[in-house]
């Protein structure tokens, strides 16, 4: 059975650091772009990361530069995303997602295998 699974998330206060797990059951995820989106509560879900097949280039929503970074293990077919300084306005549903591309895109429509959604919480 294809999957993408997620582990991690939870919930911190402001200024910690959470680190966020996306694994493939029934394919590998290293011919494929990984990306991680959010979406928060009434709002539309949007790109927060994503890494390209060869794990060479990374892109980042302007909210996350420098806060956030992407990477992959491909023995261990996982990408994680290590979130440090977290902001409440960080607080949100968090997928991992990949389609069929080795390239990066910021749209969600590109993608069609998604993760289970995972729950971060960053309290003031």
């Known amino acids: 059975q294809v999957q993408v699974v997620q582990s991690g998330g939870g919930s911190v206060q402001s200024g910690g650091s959470l680190r966020l797990s996306c694994a493939a059951s029934?394919?590998?995820?290293?011919?494929?772009?990984i990306g991680w989106f959010r979406q928060a509560p009434l709002q539309e879900r949007e790109a927060v990361s994503c890494?390209?097949?060869?794990?060479?280039?990374?892109i980042y929503a302007d909210s996350v530069k420098g806060r956030f970074t992407i990477s992959r293990d491909k023995a261990k077919n996982t990408v994680a995303l290590q979130m440090n300084s977290l902001k409440p306005e960080d607080t949100a549903v968090y997928y991992c997602?990949?389609?069929?591309?080795?390239?990066?895109?910021?749209?969600?429509?590109?993608?069609?295998?998604w993760g289970q959604g995972t729950q971060v919480t960053v309290s003031s």
């Open positions: 997602a990949t389609g069929y591309a080795s390239t990066c895109s910021r749209n969600t429509y590109e993608y069609d295998r």
């Open positions: 029934g394919f590998t995820l290293d011919y494929y772009a």
């Open positions: 890494i390209t097949s060869s794990g060479e280039s990374t």
